[in-house]
């Protein structure tokens, strides 16, 4: 299994990137394949539907392509996702996401971000992946991670083994039953 992980943020020392390192370092432990996108590395330019291919962006739907299951990370900002992973996703069609089963994770300034996570769930979707029924969020007073990468607060911990067990049945899941179809 193959699993992609995508920080959306541009920001160096992201709370959501950090979280997200934490979920590659427990996926990775699990003998799962892992590859890492970050955004603030990628560096995409504003997407355009007219413009011609992007080496950044045919790496991206590269990775998407390739993996089982795809993990997307973003802080909230003002309610919603971050801009950078919004234009990254908009460099995305059906055909790179369908039938994926798609984790989201947030971190926000406030105790939640749940706004961020519907409206990442939305778009996921909208490019026909399948959203998993859990989700991580993180918020003032519990994003807080050690100089290991790990974090602070026992119930961030606990939470992401719980879901990320979820996460990996939901994929194995649809994995069987894609192998069933096409077989």
């Given amino acids: 299994m193959k ?21 590659k370092s427990l996926l990775g432990s699990s003998g799962i394949t ?35 299951a795809l993990v997307l990370a ?26 994926k089963p798609v984790l989201s994770v947030s971190s926000a300034g406030g105790p939640l971000g749940i706004s961020s996570l519907t409206h990442l769930q939305t778009i996921v ?3 026909h992946g ?8 993180v918020g003032y007073g519990s994003n807080e991670f050690g100089p290991d ?11 992401a083994a719980a879901v990320l067990g979820q996460f990996i049945k939901v994929t194995r899941l649809l994995s069987t039953e894609a192998a069933a179809v096409i077989g």
Avoid at 3 to 23: M, P
Avoid at 130 to 137: K, L, Q, T
Wanted: proline letters at 8%.
């Fill in 34 to 68: 892992v590859s890492f996108v970050d955004m603030r590395e990628l560096q995409l330019p504003l997407y355009s539907p007219v413009a011609g291919p992007n080496p950044g962006a045919v790496r991206l739907q590269n990775e998407i392509i390739a993996a089982d």
């Fill in 74 to 99: 973003t802080p909230e900002y003002h309610g919603s996702i971050s801009g950078v992973l919004k234009n990254a996703l908009d460099y995305l069609t059906p055909g790179h996401v369908e039938g």
């Fill in 125 to 127: 979707r909208n490019l």
């Fill in 130 to 137: 399948v959203n998993c029924p859990e989700w991580i969020s």
């Fill in 3 to 23: 699993v992609t992980l995508i920080a959306g943020s541009n920001h160096e020392g992201s709370v959501s990137t950090k979280l997200l390192r934490y979920l």
């Fill in 149 to 159: 990468g790990v974090p602070l607060d026992a119930g961030v911990r606990e939470r």
